[in-house]
Antibody
């Protein structure tokens, strides 16, 4: 079964760091585009970052320089390293598979990040 | 930064046709995608490449494109279609993704 399972969310103080993980099963992470998308409480979806199958990475302006997307091919897992966290980073974070040109067709259940003192 | 514009809400009666629009300057050059999200659930892809329907998505869901506007059409709306709908595309460089603000579809 094709599946994504996120973990690593929690309560963190402003300025802190957190690493989210997204474990994939049923397909190979490195063969696909993989994205992180977040949703603040009561708000819409916001794209955060993408890593291409070739390894190129791109970020939303709101997280550029603070967040880093990566993957571990041996673990078939996607990561999001989040540094210098702010209150406005509070959201449910989803990882999603993006078959090139075919949209984000597989999503995880999401992991909640709360940035608060 | 690049933006996609959607109406905040659309309301229709069961059996009628709902149309949700999404506007953006790069849409003539970049494909659009549509996602359905119900409360407490992850989004589900309902349309890709402007007008293609993934397997398992009912035929009543369709997409179209004209210039800087793409449209999601739901024909014969059912109560279960009540949800938030988001369009998604890329900027003109193709390296930055963006979602529209979302449209809440209410089935009266």
């Amino acid at each position: 079964e094709v599946q994504l399972v996120e973990s690593g969310g929690g309560l963190i103080q402003p300025g802190g760091s957190l690493r989210l993980s997204c474990a994939a099963s049923g397909f190979t992470v490195s063969s696909n585009y993989m994205s992180w998308v977040r949703q603040a409480p009561g708000k819409g979806l916001e794209w955060v970052s993408v890593i291409y199958s070739g390894g190129s990475t791109y970020y939303a302006d709101s997280v550029k320089g603070r967040f880093t997307i990566s993957r571990d091919n041996s673990k078939n897992t996607l990561y999001l390293q989040m540094n210098s966290l702010r209150a406005e980073d509070t959201a449910v974070y989803y990882c999603a598979r993006e078959s090139k040109g075919y949209g984000m067709d597989v999503w995880g259940q999401g992991t909640t990040v709360t940035v608060s003192s | 930064s690049y933006e996609l514009t959607q109406p905040p809400s659309v309301s229709v009666s069961p059996g009628q046709t709902a149309r949700i629009t999404c506007s953006g300057d790069a849409l003539p050059k970049q494909y659009a995608y549509w996602y359905q999200q119900k409360p407490g659930q992850a989004p589900v892809l309902v349309i890709y490449k402007d007008s293609e329907r993934p397997s398992g998505i009912p035929e009543r869901f369709s997409g179209s494109s004209s210039g800087t506007t793409v449209t999601l059409t739901i024909s014969g709306v059912q109560a279960e279609d009540e949800a938030d709908y988001y369009c998604q595309s890329a900027d003109s460089s193709g390296t930055s993704w963006v979602f529209g603000g979302g449209t809440k579809l209410t089935v009266l």
